[in-house]
């Protein structure tokens, strides 16, 4: 089993920034990929970025690249989302969750574990 606990959400106003953190727990952190999806309310899970258990590969939706950068300390067992030059259209519930030897995949079904979820709202 791996816990996962997201935290650093909150209010901002567009232009902002948030960061995010993931604090894993159980099993053996650097042995999975992580990845950030969010959900706004009436639509579906969507993926935001992601990083393979290496460490070496990032991905990121084209909707936040050059905004969103995810990064992993895996001596803190932790994960990060930086969140720059926030916008009305980041608002949702953000989750974090964990892929066993993954690449960095966008497809949810990937993913063993998955948090509790954080929420990030954007004023205009």
């Known amino acids: 089993q791996v816990q996962l606990v997201e935290s650093g959400g909150g209010l901002v106003q567009a232009g902002g920034s948030l960061r995010l953190s993931c604090a894993a727990s159980?099993?053996?952190?650097?042995?999975?990929?992580m990845g950030w999806f969010r959900q706004a309310p009436g639509k579906e899970r969507e993926f935001v970025a992601a990083?393979?258990?290496?460490?070496?590969?990032?991905y990121t939706t084209d909707s936040v690249k050059g905004r969103f950068t995810i990064s992993r300390g895996n001596a803190k067992n932790t994960v990060y989302l930086q969140m720059n030059s926030l916008k009305p259209e980041d608002t949702a519930v953000y989750y974090c969750?964990?892929?066993?030897?993954?690449?960095?995949?966008?497809?949810?079904?990937?993913?063993?574990?998955w948090g509790q979820g954080t929420q990030v709202t954007v004023s205009s």
């Open positions: 969750a964990a892929d066993f030897m993954g690449t960095g995949s966008n497809f949810p079904r990937r993913y063993e574990y």
């Open positions: 159980g099993r053996t952190f650097s042995n999975y990929a």
């Open positions: 990083i393979s258990w290496r460490g070496e590969s990032t």
